[in-house]
């Protein structure tokens, strides 16, 4: 059987107290499973809007999606989890990455390394979290036990292997890390980052949840026309391969819901995540996916 759809929405948007409350209380009646809240400068804290979205909501877990590592001493890191989940009656869900924006990190005074630099943060950083959160000993607690569900969220070789190994949900971007910036990554490529974590997890590959993040959302009858300002961004990509491209949602609602129910089958995404712009854009295709 294949596993049931879950859906997130990611507030990118800071808010003030009564509209924060407002848009978290809107995503539960619109159906949204998770209320998720990144870790960029510029952008809501993480631990405190979960905690007040708790304040207002019931039904929705919540999540951070995703801490970058770089942020983070791991100690201080798993009083924060376990704080959160307490005081969210046990609804938090961990995400977490290796960080990419340089920018954020000379803004924050912290070194921006190299690439395996940052995975090396982010492993032990994981590796700490797992032996903090598992010890009886380790106060506060989390509501959830051993730990609250993790989500490892990137691409690589090495993060891949790090999630197949402590991973509870796996989170694919749809793009990568280049000299250039970030680059997305097409239908084939994707093929070819989750047969690279298959390799990886094996038979741990049939309990782990795949998430994937939904970058642009558009209900249209013209594809074409929808796509059009994506285009200057990625020139080397033809229309139809843009709209073939798994990161975008784009269509009728009837349409991108059988496109999510074939990712599902082809590469195994179960666990759609998408920005607040698209709120209630997403709602109607959450409906009919969830009629069957």
Same mark, same amino acid.
């Given at each position: 059987m294949p596993?049931? &759809?879950?859906f997130?929405? $990611?507030?990118?948007?800071p808010?003030?107290?009564?509209?924060w409350?407002?848009?978290?209380?809107?995503a539960?009646?619109?159906?949204?499973?998770?209320i998720?809240? %990144?870790?960029?400068l510029?952008?809501?804290a993480p631990f405190?809007a979960l905690?007040?979205?708790?304040?207002?909501?019931e039904r929705?877990r919540?999540?951070?999606f995703?801490l $970058?590592?770089?942020?983070?001493n791991?100690a /201080? *890191?798993a009083?924060?989890i376990?704080?959160?989940? =307490?005081?969210t009656?046990?609804r #938090?869900?961990i995400?977490?990455?290796?960080?990419?924006?340089?920018e954020e990190h000379?803004?924050a005074? /912290?070194? &921006?390394?190299?690439?395996?630099?940052?995975?090396?943060?982010?492993?032990h950083t994981?590796?700490?979290?797992e032996r903090l959160l598992h010890d009886?000993?380790? #106060?506060?607690?989390?509501?959830?036990? %051993?730990r609250?569900?993790l989500?490892?969220?990137? $691409?690589?070789?090495?993060?891949?292997r790090?999630?197949?190994?402590?991973a509870d949900? !796996?989170?694919f971007?749809?793009a990568?890390e +280049? @000299?250039?910036?970030?680059q !997305?990554l097409? =239908?084939?490529?994707?093929d070819?980052r989750i047969a690279?974590?298959?390799?990886?997890?094996g038979e741990? +590959?049939d309990?782990q949840?795949? $998430?994937?993040? *939904?970058? &642009?959302?558009?209900v249209t009858?013209d @594809?074409?026309?929808?796509?059009?300002?994506? *285009?200057?961004?990625?020139p080397h990509l033809s229309?139809e391969?843009?709209l073939?491209?798994?990161?975008?949602?784009v269509?009728t609602?009837?349409?991108?819901?059988?496109? *999510?129910?074939?990712? @599902?089958?082809r590469y195994?995404? +179960?666990y &759609?995540?998408v920005?607040d712009?698209y709120l209630e854009?997403?709602? %109607?295709v959450?409906?009919?996916?969830?009629?069957?």
């Open positions: 596993r049931p &759809f879950r997130a929405v $990611n507030m990118l948007t808010a003030d107290g009564p509209e409350r407002r848009k978290c209380r809107r539960e009646e619109l159906g949204y499973d998770v998720q809240v %990144p870790d960029h510029g952008m809501m405190p905690v007040a979205a708790a304040e207002v909501t929705p919540l999540g951070t995703v $970058n590592a770089a942020f983070w791991p /201080l *890191l009083r924060e376990a704080t959160t989940d =307490a005081l009656g046990g #938090l869900e995400g977490i990455g290796a960080g990419y924006v340089k000379d803004r005074g /912290l070194e &921006f390394r190299t690439p395996g630099g940052r995975v090396a943060h982010l492993w994981v590796e700490e979290l009886d000993g380790h #106060l506060p607690k989390a509501a959830q036990r %051993p609250p569900p989500l490892i969220g990137g $691409n690589g070789d090495k993060v891949l790090l999630a197949a190994e402590h949900i !796996v989170g971007t749809g990568r +280049s @000299r250039d910036g970030l !997305v097409t =239908a084939g490529e994707v070819g690279a974590y298959r390799r990886v997890a741990r +590959s309990e949840e795949l $998430n994937l993040l *939904l970058q &642009f959302v558009a009858d @594809r074409e026309a929808a796509v059009k300002e994506l *285009l200057p961004r990625v229309v391969q843009v073939d491209l798994p990161l975008l949602a269509g609602v009837q349409a991108i819901a059988g496109r *999510l129910r074939g990712q @599902r089958e195994g995404f +179960s &759609f995540t920005l712009p854009t997403f709602a %109607p959450m409906d009919e996916l969830r009629r069957g």
